[in-house]
RNA sequence: GCGGCAGUGGUGGAACGGUAGACACGCUACCUUGAGGGGGUAGUGCCCUACGGGUGUGGAGGUUCAAAUCCUCUCUGCCGCACCA
């Protein structure tokens, strides 16, 4: 009978949800296993990309549910965002209602490729349950300092009408839309995630070697540590009459500090207070305030790829070593949100200082030996220092941290690249931050039995504006704390706050979600997810937020996790034609399609040997027409498996080709255990199995085919489930697929063995000796083959590495 | 510039330091079929004077009895960060 997969299909997952196949076990006593691959945005329909991703998490939730753990894997709906608004504008449709629609096209999509997900922990984040505990999280994070609100320059990008975390600004533009960024000074709520950056950094040890090292890499640039000295220029007197007395010293920080007697001069940010004051009370000449308010009203990334250009301020401050006189410049290469935007230059050991200097005449003076020429950017010992001359760099970093720390008047300090998390988003479709702004008492958080603040229903999306905003009554309330008219914020929560605890939702029992957002003591069960399955575009965005949001909700009490994730692994993209499948490009295979043509194993199948998970996949129709050929092969084969259960085979008395047969069957099981456990590498083990089914077909024992089937069909249970479940359900049982077979020894054991023979590495020839054969003896029989190779030359060494080869080692005579 | 990853047939990709190219796609020839599709058998890195031999994992060195694999340098491609003091 044929291979009908439409027909086991449909079959198959009606009665795995019929059985509740998929639900974690209610025992916590259990081992257990969280198999979590990233959840999805609702857009409207899965995309390869998808396939991918969660083909790959299903393999492994199956294999460990085989191995008699209690597996969670779950999916959700990452809901809340921009397309749902886009759509709304569209076709005057509820983000909502587009949104849940959605869902459940794309949730029996995924039902149809036959994915193992938990039915029970099923959420959207826009669900109000889930805001409901978020907006309690916020609230906490509120009280415990976590969280502030703050007027300051932000991103924002004007076609999202919203303003950008600094990790959603992609070299100056929109990660969404990819328009420039513009910069705004407007107030935003703020989580300071910079509070954990030590942490961040740190624990990133306890994921090597489970993570990928390009991940780690990325966060550790990211947050971008550097340690050095912080201190103060003090203006001389005559800047500080200048100034109006307004300003006595002003704050630079050096990662630097044996570098200090070649400061030649010190340059300001463009937006610095002392820059602004001398604009402002007309103190420079016109054209050079002109040319500096340019500079400081022109982009980051403008200013990146713009020539160094400054000007002398006509001020100077004092060095605090040597009490020389420092002339002051502002210059477009110092950044003004970064170690207080404004910096000691020393053009002989800096890049930067240096081209500046050459570029204005300044003066250059090396103070570190080594290097040929300037500028020197490596460390040395320390020359025209004063007492630090010839002291080492890192010695001298030390002791001038040190004189400075006596003195009091600077100190040794760390500086982070990472800048706190901006998370208001000026949208409607989020999660409302739950404050409310209030005459008398100022910034109220919601009282939480009023949580969740939900979004208003009746609102009309036009993309002007923020429609929370605009709604004539959503905003008035009254005050949570003295009861009278207050307004409601406006702005909602940055869908990466959602994305960041759903890990520990799905861990909590549903029967809890109605009472408590995260249950402790599931969240210490479940949590670490054991393998989280994603795309390498999280490696900062998300994965550093989810991490963060894990060490707050520890240190809130509702878990004991330090990280969310212990193992990582990165899929590929799905090509084709050599470029991301896009529908811009109109290069797109639609999965649904391709399951109405092949079956869902074909379409796992085919993802899953095409290439390693961790690598780019180039589709190829034909490869997946080899995939389906597989399949098809496998069915009709399976019927010469005439056991109802594993046979006791008498190994020895086998044919040469059974006995072969039986090697790659259990060859293939051997190799299973690393794949599904360590490797992932999918395509090796279905090669394998593969080769396990060609080599049975090459004999014709009924046991041996009994055996092999039964094997087989349990190893690509994982991956192709449909076909394994029917098979053998019809052969078997299914007994199969609930059992760890045991490793055989005996089947690896061989009569004979072809060694190869190498003569000085080279392979020559070959010899087949008895199992049993001493090493003398096949020497002997190695030498014999090679007489060939031996004549005129002298024999000197002679290597066996036994079930290899032997390896004789000749010289010329 | 800094950092990470990767370079193996026509293609996707295999190879605990031990016979390079498993497995699959494609291609060629033959068989089966009325054709198409499907199935089967054999072959398929490159070169040569071809039942034999040479050569071969981006390139150059090195370690080793033995290197795609380890080390050094180098080239190329992809990705991330990028005037961070």
């Given at each position: 009978m044929g291979y009908n997969p439409k027909e086991i299909e449909k079959k198959w997952q009606k009665i795995w949800e019929d059985e509740g196949a998929f639900e974690p076990l209610e025992d916590q006593s259990r081992d257990k296993k969280y198999i979590l691959s990233m959840f999805p945005y609702p857009s409207g329909r899965i995309h390869m990309g998808h396939v991918r991703n969660y083909a790959i998490g299903d393999a492994l939730a199956r294999y460990y549910r085989k191995r008699d753990y209690s597996v969670l894997h779950p999916i959700g709906w990452d809901a809340f965002g921009m397309p749902a608004e886009n759509a709304a504008i569209k076709h005057k449709l509820h983000p909502g209602k587009w949104t849940y629609e959605n869902i459940d096209y794309m949730r029996k999509e995924l039902a149809s490729l036959g994915f193992s997900f938990s039915k029970s922990r099923e959420f959207a984040t826009c669900d109000p349950l889930y805001t409901r505990w978020e907006q309690e999280f916020i609230i906490k994070m509120f009280e415990e300092g976590l969280l502030y609100r703050e007027s300051t320059t932000v991103n924002w990008c004007e076609p999202c009408h919203t303003v950008l975390a600094n990790e959603q600004v992609e070299e100056g533009c929109c990660?969404?839309?990819g328009t420039e960024v513009q910069h705004r000074e407007m107030p935003g709520y703020y989580i300071d995630i910079v509070k954990y950056a030590d942490e961040l950094l740190d624990d990133l040890k306890l994921l090597e070697g489970k993570w990928p090292n390009r991940v780690l890499t990325m966060q550790r640039n990211w947050i971008g540590k550097s340690q050095g000295l912080e201190f103060s220029f003090e203006l001389s007197e005559e800047s500080r009459k200048k100034l109006g007395g307004k300003f006595e010293s002003y704050q630079v920080f050096t990662t630097r500090p044996d570098t200090i007697y070649g400061v030649t001069y010190s340059a300001l940010a463009a937006e610095h207070p002392i820059v602004k004051y001398l604009i402002e009370h007309q103190l420079l000449d016109p054209d050079t305030a002109e040319a500096i308010s340019r500079i400081a009203n022109s982009s980051e990334r403008d200013r990146a790829q713009a020539e160094k250009e400054g000007y002398p301020l006509g001020i100077d401050v004092i060095h605090p070593l040597t009490g020389e006189k420092i002339p002051v410049w502002t210059a477009n290469f110092v950044l003004a949100s970064y170690g207080g935007g404004a910096v000691m230059a020393v053009p002989a050991h800096d890049e930067r200082d240096f081209d500046f200097a050459t570029q204005y005449g300044l003066p250059i003076k090396r103070v570190i030996e080594g290097g040929e020429t300037l500028p020197y950017t490596g460390t040395g010992a320390l020359i025209e220092s004063g007492r630090f001359s010839c002291t080492e760099s890192a010695d001298a970093k030390e002791a001038i941290i040190n004189i400075f720390e006596e003195r009091g008047i600077g100190k040794g300090t760390t500086n982070y690249k990472l800048r706190n998390w901006g998370v208001s988003r000026q949208r409607y479709w989020g999660a409302p931050i739950p404050f409310v702004h209030c005459d008398d008492c100022g910034l109220v958080p919601e009282k939480v039995?009023?949580?969740?603040?939900t979004l208003p229903e009746d609102v009309e999306i036009t993309g002007e504006g923020n429609p929370l905003e605009s709604h004539p009554t959503w905003k008035q309330c009254l005050c949570?704390?003295?009861?009278k008219e207050a307004r409601r914020e406006t702005d909602t929560l940055d869908t990466f706050v959602q994305s960041s605890w759903y890990q520990f939702r799905y861990a909590t029992d549903p029967k809890k979600w109605e009472s408590e957002g995260i249950d402790r003591e599931d969240a210490n069960y479940w949590l670490p997810v054991d393998q989280y399955i994603g795309?390498?575009?999280?490696?900062i965005l998300h994965l550093l937020y989810a991490r963060f949001f894990t060490k707050v909700l520890r240190d809130m009490g509702l878990c004991d996790v330090d990280e969310p994730f212990e193992r990582l692994l990165t899929q590929g993209m799905v090509l084709k034609d050599g470029a991301k499948m896009s529908k811009s490009k109109g290069n797109t295979v639609d999965p649904d399609a391709l399951i109405a043509k092949y079956g869902a194993d074909t379409a796992r199948l085919f993802i899953l040997f095409a290439a390693p998970p961790q690598k780019e996949l180039e589709w190829n129709d034909s490869a997946v027409e080899g995939a389906f050929r597989f399949i098809k092969k496998l069915y009709g084969r399976a019927?010469?498996?005439?056991?109802?259960?594993?046979p006791a085979i008498e190994h020895s008395k086998l044919s040469a080709a059974s006995k072969e047969a039986r090697a790659k069957v259990y060859d293939a099981l051997k190799k299973s255990t690393d794949v599904y456990e360590s490797s992932f590498a999918f395509n090796t083990l279905i090669a394998a199995c593969m080769e396990a089914l060609n080599a049975l077909d090459k004999q014709e024992d009924e046991a041996v085919w009994s055996e092999g089937v039964y094997i087989i069909l349990n190893l690509l249970e994982p991956i192709i489930p449909h076909v394994a479940s029917e098979l053998s359900e019809r052969l078997f049982g299914r007994a199969n697929l609930s059992v760890t077979i045991p490793l055989l020894d005996e089947v690896f054991v061989q009569d004979s063995v072809t060694l190869a023979v190498t003569i000085n590495g080279k392979k020559r020839t070959e010899i087949t000796v008895s199992a049993e054969a001493s090493k003398e003896e096949i020497l002997a029989a190695a030498r014999e083959a090679g007489s060939k190779w031996l004549e005129g030359v002298s024999l000197i060494k002679e290597i066996v590495v036994p079930g290899k080869l032997v390896n004789l080692v000749v010289k010329p005579a």
């Amino acid at each position: 009978m044929g291979y009908n997969p439409k027909e086991i299909e449909k079959k198959w997952q009606k009665i795995w949800e019929d059985e509740g196949a998929f639900e974690p076990l209610e025992d916590q006593s259990r081992d257990k296993k969280y198999i979590l691959s990233m959840f999805p945005y609702p857009s409207g329909r899965i995309h390869m990309g998808h396939v991918r991703n969660y083909a790959i998490g299903d393999a492994l939730a199956r294999y460990y549910r085989k191995r008699d753990y209690s597996v969670l894997h779950p999916i959700g709906w990452d809901a809340f965002g921009m397309p749902a608004e886009n759509a709304a504008i569209k076709h005057k449709l509820h983000p909502g209602k587009w949104t849940y629609e959605n869902i459940d096209y794309m949730r029996k999509e995924l039902a149809s490729l036959g994915f193992s997900f938990s039915k029970s922990r099923e959420f959207a984040t826009c669900d109000p349950l889930y805001t409901r505990w978020e907006q309690e999280f916020i609230i906490k994070m509120f009280e415990e300092g976590l969280l502030y609100r703050e007027s300051t320059t932000v991103n924002w990008c004007e076609p999202c009408h919203t303003v950008l975390a600094n990790e959603q600004v992609e070299e100056g533009c929109c990660w969404r839309c990819g328009t420039e960024v513009q910069h705004r000074e407007m107030p935003g709520y703020y989580i300071d995630i910079v509070k954990y950056a030590d942490e961040l950094l740190d624990d990133l040890k306890l994921l090597e070697g489970k993570w990928p090292n390009r991940v780690l890499t990325m966060q550790r640039n990211w947050i971008g540590k550097s340690q050095g000295l912080e201190f103060s220029f003090e203006l001389s007197e005559e800047s500080r009459k200048k100034l109006g007395g307004k300003f006595e010293s002003y704050q630079v920080f050096t990662t630097r500090p044996d570098t200090i007697y070649g400061v030649t001069y010190s340059a300001l940010a463009a937006e610095h207070p002392i820059v602004k004051y001398l604009i402002e009370h007309q103190l420079l000449d016109p054209d050079t305030a002109e040319a500096i308010s340019r500079i400081a009203n022109s982009s980051e990334r403008d200013r990146a790829q713009a020539e160094k250009e400054g000007y002398p301020l006509g001020i100077d401050v004092i060095h605090p070593l040597t009490g020389e006189k420092i002339p002051v410049w502002t210059a477009n290469f110092v950044l003004a949100s970064y170690g207080g935007g404004a910096v000691m230059a020393v053009p002989a050991h800096d890049e930067r200082d240096f081209d500046f200097a050459t570029q204005y005449g300044l003066p250059i003076k090396r103070v570190i030996e080594g290097g040929e020429t300037l500028p020197y950017t490596g460390t040395g010992a320390l020359i025209e220092s004063g007492r630090f001359s010839c002291t080492e760099s890192a010695d001298a970093k030390e002791a001038i941290i040190n004189i400075f720390e006596e003195r009091g008047i600077g100190k040794g300090t760390t500086n982070y690249k990472l800048r706190n998390w901006g998370v208001s988003r000026q949208r409607y479709w989020g999660a409302p931050i739950p404050f409310v702004h209030c005459d008398d008492c100022g910034l109220v958080p919601e009282k939480v039995e009023n949580l969740p603040i939900t979004l208003p229903e009746d609102v009309e999306i036009t993309g002007e504006g923020n429609p929370l905003e605009s709604h004539p009554t959503w905003k008035q309330c009254l005050c949570p704390q003295c009861g009278k008219e207050a307004r409601r914020e406006t702005d909602t929560l940055d869908t990466f706050v959602q994305s960041s605890w759903y890990q520990f939702r799905y861990a909590t029992d549903p029967k809890k979600w109605e009472s408590e957002g995260i249950d402790r003591e599931d969240a210490n069960y479940w949590l670490p997810v054991d393998q989280y399955i994603g795309g390498i575009e999280h490696a900062i965005l998300h994965l550093l937020y989810a991490r963060f949001f894990t060490k707050v909700l520890r240190d809130m009490g509702l878990c004991d996790v330090d990280e969310p994730f212990e193992r990582l692994l990165t899929q590929g993209m799905v090509l084709k034609d050599g470029a991301k499948m896009s529908k811009s490009k109109g290069n797109t295979v639609d999965p649904d399609a391709l399951i109405a043509k092949y079956g869902a194993d074909t379409a796992r199948l085919f993802i899953l040997f095409a290439a390693p998970p961790q690598k780019e996949l180039e589709w190829n129709d034909s490869a997946v027409e080899g995939a389906f050929r597989f399949i098809k092969k496998l069915y009709g084969r399976a019927e010469k498996a005439t056991h109802r259960e594993l046979p006791a085979i008498e190994h020895s008395k086998l044919s040469a080709a059974s006995k072969e047969a039986r090697a790659k069957v259990y060859d293939a099981l051997k190799k299973s255990t690393d794949v599904y456990e360590s490797s992932f590498a999918f395509n090796t083990l279905i090669a394998a199995c593969m080769e396990a089914l060609n080599a049975l077909d090459k004999q014709e024992d009924e046991a041996v085919w009994s055996e092999g089937v039964y094997i087989i069909l349990n190893l690509l249970e994982p991956i192709i489930p449909h076909v394994a479940s029917e098979l053998s359900e019809r052969l078997f049982g299914r007994a199969n697929l609930s059992v760890t077979i045991p490793l055989l020894d005996e089947v690896f054991v061989q009569d004979s063995v072809t060694l190869a023979v190498t003569i000085n590495g080279k392979k020559r020839t070959e010899i087949t000796v008895s199992a049993e054969a001493s090493k003398e003896e096949i020497l002997a029989a190695a030498r014999e083959a090679g007489s060939k190779w031996l004549e005129g030359v002298s024999l000197i060494k002679e290597i066996v590495v036994p079930g290899k080869l032997v390896n004789l080692v000749v010289k010329p005579a």
